[in-house]
């Protein structure tokens, strides 16, 4: 296996410039941040950056927990990759890594410097320190599910080789370590926006909803009137529960968890 390592201090713009590495390289797989990254999808690990602080995000990045690592080192078995890309801070930092993973020693060591320049490197510095923005190279809709209560901008990329232009995705995301921009959401809030599915369909009332959210996501428990005659009542049930769902998610960024709806009664519709 050919190990590549792209080099450079927090904040210089390293996870941006992954992709572009990577592909200048061939390199279809890419070990950032407690991530294993295989053609922009992840397929083991978890985000140094969802660690409650840096310390224990450091540990993260670098696999100092042994579960994690070994699944990220199972995954690595599987799939047998000719090459890989390990970001890092320092030299010293990609070798524990790939020391951690079973992996050799980097052969190809790449500096930020080398592909950055003075211009972009200070604009990833700003990102970083006034607005807490760390990238990871995966689209978002690929992590969604690893950052519960955060809302995740998607980042376009482009990528030109050989006379062909192709279009990626990258993510941004506030860490929980760095508690700029984190997003606190009440569960008024979410009481509302159920009342608000509820008005798409044939239900005629909400008459109550229990709201609990947690760090992993939000579970919903609603009592509703529906409206008589209409569609069968499982179904009137099933858009009620699915509208609510991509209400929620699509305006919060929050996962729904579960949402249980129960028939308190039914109101009959007057010809």
Known sequence: MEVFALIGESGTGKSYKSILVADNNGIDTIIDDGLLIKDGKKLAGSSAKRELTSIQAVKRAIFMYKDHAQEVKDKLKEINPDKILILGTSQRMVEKIASALDLPKPQHL?????????????????????????????????????????????????LKKKGKKSVGEKSIVRPRFNMIGKLIISENVIEQLVKASAAQTKIKQVLKTNVEIGEEGVNIDTEII??????????????????????????????????????????????
């Open 110 to 158: 790449i500096f930020i410097e080398d592909i950055s320049s003075e211009i972009e490197i200070l604009k990833a510095r700003k990102m970083r320190r006034d607005f807490g923005k760390h990238v990871i190279p995966v689209p978002t809709i690929e992590i969604k599910k690893d950052f519960p209560n955060y809302l995740i901008d998607p980042l376009k990329f482009f």
């Open 226 to 271: 529906l409206g008589y005659p209409g569609k069968n009542l499982k179904l009137v049930g099933q858009d009620f529960q699915q509208k609510t769902i991509e209400l929620v998610e699509n305006l919060t960024g929050l996962d729904v968890l579960k949402i249980d709806v129960r028939i308190k009664g039914l109101q009959i519709e007057k010809k």
